[in-house]
């Protein structure tokens, strides 16, 4: 969910960097509005998109770990290495990290939402102070001792203190604004602002929106009254107006200016290559989509792949893996003794006398033999099968005991949420459980995981080409903080 959230931020900037950089000084004002109101949809939406061409089509690198059998200390035990599936348990404690986040959400969401609510009533106020009368098929409020401008939907709220001559001008105005539907845009930003309350660019967002609309506005009303006249009008006019980011309102200090200065540019034609600046939306939503299309998967996600890019390989990959290897050994002229050993382990997987090789008495101890090629797999109590029958009865049986067994009381209250215990292990020649080892943050949750792994129940080791091996599996348990 964080790196949602954060991927959304990141768009997002990178959209208005853009709009700033490129759009803003642009007269196209009506491209500019679909621009501010679709690219925040687009910063929801793209993380959700992955394109498999595009990740297949850059390079990948690949760590793999496959599941081995190591040579014991003795020529008659093998170590073989599993992962098993991972096990989440369900704890208690009395209040999470994840649970304080979604409080303080839900309280901002409620805020913002109570916020919204008083900016309606106050709208509501005004209409019921007001004179109603229509005008032309617009409905017009006269607020009484008041020199305020603005329209909401499809209302234009007016001060009974302008003039005659302002309130023309400004009805024009208004008009312009509701003929073009301009407080859905801002009301669309006040309901992601409910939910992103927290997002600063949201609030940036709508204040761009803003300035544009009155653009758009004025630059029709223009062309309606007379470019001179009206832009007289602007500068003659100092007036108050009410707080309300989800109205259009005429008069505003800060953007009057701004407002003057496009006016005034909006005389000059603008080239239409200037167009082709909006065709930067293709690259930047590219860079976006290879970003997550290339987003690292899931363990069991990536697991699957690597199976599959390696049940497709070729021979003729091999091969070519081992010409590269004989030019770098040629390159060299000599190997260390650890380059050695480990060329002359991998001969023996790959010799058809398999341990009765010449070389392996002398890489017995680091020799890797992968887990699949174990002829029986160590059986829980109970299982019995084929052996994938018998490794399934393993897995469910470890995950049922573990989840049984594990305590889920934990007095350390800096135990929180969710938190990942590594835990290894090895069922041995004889069928016991030995060398359990535990990782994780806390190590109350290390000493709880060896005690459960240590009282699991005598095993039927595993065997190999007649002889009784010792398996080593590998048991991701998730101990869930309620």
Same mark, same amino acid.
């Given at each position: ?54 990740? %297949? ?61 008083? #900016? ?200 070519? %893996? ?31 006398? #398999? ?68 835990? #290894?292990?090895?069922?041995? %020649? ?37 002889? #009784? ?14």
């Amino acid at each position: 969910m964080i790196h949602y959230i954060l991927q959304i931020l990141v768009f997002q900037l990178l959209f208005l960097v853009a709009y700033d950089v490129f759009l803003k000084k642009e007269l196209h004002f009506n491209w500019n509005r679909i621009y501010l109101i679709v690219t925040p949809i687009l910063s929801f939406i793209l993380p959700f998109i992955k394109i498999d061409f595009i990740r %297949n089509s850059i390079p990948e690198e690949y760590i793999i770990q496959l599941p081995a059998v190591m040579l014991g200390g003795s020529s008659s035990e093998y170590i073989a290495s599993e992962t098993l599936s991972e096990i989440t348990i369900a704890g208690t404690s009395a209040i999470s990290a994840a649970l304080i986040i979604q409080l303080i959400w839900l309280s901002g969401m409620i805020i913002a939402f109570s916020v919204l609510c008083f #900016k309606f009533y106050k709208v509501y106020q005004l209409k019921r102070k007001g004179v109603s009368t229509k005008l032309n098929g617009t409905r017009v409020i006269s607020l009484p001792k008041t020199d305020t401008a603005f329209s909401f939907l499809n209302t234009i709220f007016i001060g009974e203190d302008l003039s005659e001559k302002q309130k023309e001008t400004i009805l024009l105005h208004e008009k312009i604004h509701i003929q073009q539907y301009h407080s859905i845009d801002l009301l669309f930003f006040e309901f992601i602002k409910i939910i992103c309350w927290f997002n600063p660019l949201v609030y940036l967002y709508q204040s761009k929106m803003v300035l544009l609309q009155e653009f758009i506005a004025d630059e029709k009303a223009a062309s309606l009254k007379g470019k001179n006249e009206y832009y007289n009008g602007l500068l003659s006019q100092v007036f108050n107006t009410e707080s309300i980011s989800f109205i259009n309102t005429f008069f505003n200090h800060s953007l009057i200016k701004k407002r003057i200065i496009m006016l005034q540019k909006s005389n000059l034609k603008q080239n239409k290559i200037t167009q082709l600046k909006y065709l930067l939306l293709v690259p930047i939503i590219g860079v976006m989509l290879t970003y997550t299309s290339c987003t690292q998967e899931t363990n069991a996600q990536a697991g699957t792949n690597q199976v599959s890019k390696t049940s497709t390989s070729s021979k003729s990959d091999i091969i070519k %893996n081992i010409e590269a290897l004989k030019e770098s050994i040629a390159v060299k002229g000599e190997m260390t003794k650890e380059e050695e050993l480990a060329l002359k382990s991998l001969m023996v997987l790959t010799d058809g006398n #398999k341990l009765e090789s010449p070389y392996y008495n002398e890489v017995k101890d680091i020799i890797e033999i992968p887990f699949g090629v174990i002829q029986k797999v160590p059986t829980y109590p109970g299982c019995t099968g084929d052996n994938e029958a018998l490794k399934q009865c393993f897995t469910q049986n470890i995950m049922q005991f573990v989840g049984a067994e594990f305590n889920t009381k934990v007095d350390n209250k800096d135990i929180s949420g969710k938190q990942r215990i590594a835990v #290894k292990f090895k069922i041995d %020649n004889t069928g016991k459980v030995t060398n359990v080892q535990a990782r994780s943050e806390f190590k109350e949750l290390e000493n709880e995981a060896v005690r459960v792994i240590s009282s699991l129940p005598q095993m039927l080791p595993g065997e190999h080409e007649g002889k #009784k091996v010792g398996v080593q599996y590998s048991l991701p348990i998730i101990f869930d903080i309620k």
